[in-house]
């Protein structure tokens, strides 16, 4: 399922709905890890135009400096559904950190921050399936009085599982499970890219107007990453970062 992005529609918001979050939702393979790098190093030049990002305090890879990056692991962590195995939910894990209200009370102290627009990425929350899981989020974000402006990427199916199956295989899992619910399940009926199921979510509990779709293909072919449609999306603005010649990070 596609539909066409041509430009970011960022609606005003008035009043203490000036407060915003714009966040990033993935999916998996769609350029993430390019999009985290950029908002990692160029956090000075968004903090002069008025952005400031998530901290979080769960350090992995590339996030393990101190300081605001933008990648928002406690919040995936806060919301997706138990039962589901991740590799975010294991490194937790190793970390003794395991207590959902705990990721909770981190992301309600980051959304009640005074910095009127806040910008957050996490390709876990691409995970949600469910109007419920959302819902936590969204009561956090009305208890800090922050309007939400959602940027999902969607990528073809055709193209996006041999690259999620070679995902796995890097983590050290093995795609072809028969479990249904795992990240593992690759049939024809994946729920992994159900694309509609997922926009139907992030529409219903944050409104239509809220959820901005990036067509992958499209933004490759254009501008060779998805990146700077993203940043348009985000409101921020491919322009307004200088040039965006970084190595684009987990091309396949």
Not at 28 to 46: A, P
Not at 80 to 96: E, H, K, T
Not at 141 to 147: E, N, T, W, Y
Request: with cysteine.
């Amino acid at each position: 399922m596609h539909e066409p992005f041509a430009a970011a529609t960022i609606y005003p918001m008035k009043g203490a709905q000036a407060r915003s979050l714009r966040l990033h939702i993935g999916a998996h393979k769609t350029g993430s890890k390019s999009l985290q790098h950029v908002l990692r190093t160029r956090s000075q030049d968004l903090d002069s135009l008025g952005f400031r990002l998530f901290n979080s305090a769960i350090r992995i890879g590339e996030s393990r400096v101190a300081g605001e990056d933008g990648w928002a692991h406690e919040i995936p962590l806060a919301i997706i559904r138990s039962s589901l195995d991740y590799p975010l939910r294991d490194s937790a894990r190793v970390r003794g950190q395991t207590d959902r209200k705990h990721f909770i009370a981190h992301c309600s102290q980051e959304f009640q921050r005074d910095d009127p627009i806040l910008i957050a990425s996490h390709e876990n929350l691409s995970f949600a399936r469910f109007e419920w899981e959302l819902l936590p989020l969204a009561k956090m974000l009305d208890s800090a009085q922050r309007a939400c402006t959602v940027v999902l990427v969607l990528r073809d199916p055709a193209s996006w599982l041999p690259s999620w199956e070679s995902q796995l295989a890097r983590m050290g899992r093995a795609a072809g499970s028969r479990d249904r619910n795992s990240i593992e399940f690759n049939g024809p009926q994946s729920w992994l890219f159900d694309w509609e199921n997922l926009v139907k979510i992030y529409r219903n509990v944050f409104g239509s107007e809220s959820l901005i779709i990036v067509n992958y293909e499209d933004a490759v072919k254009r501008d060779s990453s998805t990146v700077p449609s993203v940043l348009d999306g985000l409101g921020v603005g491919r322009g307004n970062l200088g040039a965006l010649n970084e190595a684009w990070l987990n091309s396949r």
